[in-house]
């Protein structure tokens, strides 16, 4: 390893960005989280075609750049630009009483985004992933999630266009269909390369991720996209979410 | 290691009774497959019990000795003695077209003690299993369910008293709720310790034995049991469907 190589090194080992942990010696670089996550920048150019598209002007959030990082916005846009249609795709881990202001950022960019673009939205509650993780109860995860929904709906969604479930409730059917074509499609090697479980983590973290995996897909939300299964999905959510996570599977 | 412990391990070498696999040297030693896989013998006095509660001549299968091991088989008639009802559950992984007469066998045995202890019935179609395990498409894996279903159909179960489920129609609500509370009490070292799993096969697989262990909670089937949870449940199978798999689990 030479200096240079050994320098860098170094520098990742004080900068971890995880679902589960945010840590650094300094400052976050950004800039180097977009590069290991395969991100790209949110540059003005990008903010500057969507105020186009949309005519409205940018969410304060894209213009201070408080969302910085895409992944493919430009082949949605290009898409939009066409006349097709996408959907977006957010959602809470349900682990405490309320949300706080943190938790609301994505959900406010959200509906900005719904607003503008006048797509409809699914909101996945993992209500199941707590109970896993934070070994809660069913009932509890289920009533949090019920109490987690309510702030959500605060935040002015277009009741016309959102869709808003519980995993406990919504499992089955196309959705549980699509739970097995991806679980198909992963080896134990995969996730634990991604997640770092053990041999002693429970099979429940194991087998989760395709329950976070398939909401991008149209088809598991029958009678909302029925016959639109190319439709695209756009994904608003953090930087530890994109890098380490479900998406990454 | 003595000499004795030395013959044992070969012998043990020679006989193989997996759901996989069933291969001796000689014949099978059904003592030592009781022995290893935690059961006990059905002896003659409890074929007799079985005659004497049922009022019914006992099935050729238990005067011939095809069905020769149970566990906890007692509880269960203890129970039935003072007048507690328990269910049946039993299944089958749909992984061709038809039925031969060997996987009509325990069904025929369900067929009998349904008859002779007028009790319900849950009857499996592990059809995500044989999606994963095969390698068929969701609609083939079905698709082989529903021809599967005739044939057991044929055998003359109860209409009044059975639910044969496919898992693709079925998994979710108070199912899935089972499902997600049996995999956060099993590790993934637990799961290769049985099945003998390796990092490069799929999450699907590891993901599987919730499925096929809930059917025995009769919480699983809230339009059956409702208000029974403490419900006993007798699984008739072959040994091989003991010894390693899903109820070890």
């Known amino acids: ?31 180097k989280l977009i590069d290991k996550f395969g991100c790209q920048r949110l540059d003005q150019s990008l ?9 409205r002007p940018p969410h304060v959030f894209l213009r201070r750049g408080v969302f910085f990082a895409h992944r493919d916005l430009n082949d949605i846009l290009d898409a939009y630009e066409k006349g097709e249609k996408f959907y977006l795709y957010t959602g809470r881990g349900p682990s405490s009483e309320a949300l706080h202001l943190g938790h609301l950022v994505p959900f406010m960019f959200t509906k900005y985004l719904q607003d ?33 929904a309510k702030d959500i709906i605060a935040c002015g969604f277009d009741v016309t ?33 991604i997640f770092g479980f053990t041999g ?21 939300f029958p009678h909302l996209f029925s016959g639109k299964d190319h ?18 599977v």
């Not at 903010?47 to 005519?55: A, E, F, H, K």
């Open 1 to 31: 390893m030479d200096k240079n190589e050994e320098k860098q090194r170094e520098e990742e080992r004080e900068q971890v960005v995880s679902p589960w942990e945010v840590s650094s010696s300094g400052k976050i670089d950004y800039d």
């Open 47 to 55: 903010v500057d075609r969507v105020q186009r598209l949309t005519g």
């Open 161 to 193: 266009k959102t869709f808003i479930f519980s995993d406990f409730d919504y499992v089955g059917g196309a959705f549980y269909k699509n739970m097995v074509k991806v679980a198909k499609c992963v080896t134990y090697n995969k996730v634990v390369g």
């Open 231 to 248: 439709l695209r999905c756009l994904i608003p959510c953090a930087i530890d979410q994109v890098g380490s996570p479900f998406f990454l």
């Open 200 to 220: 002693e983590d429970h099979i429940g973290k194991v087998s989760f991720p395709p329950v976070q995996a398939v909401p991008s897909f149209p088809s598991s």
């Open 116 to 148: 503008a673009f006048k797509v409809p939205l699914v909101i996945q509650l993992t209500d199941d992933e707590k109970c896993m993780w934070k070994n809660l109860s069913v009932e509890e995860s289920q009533r949090l999630a019920r109490e987690n």
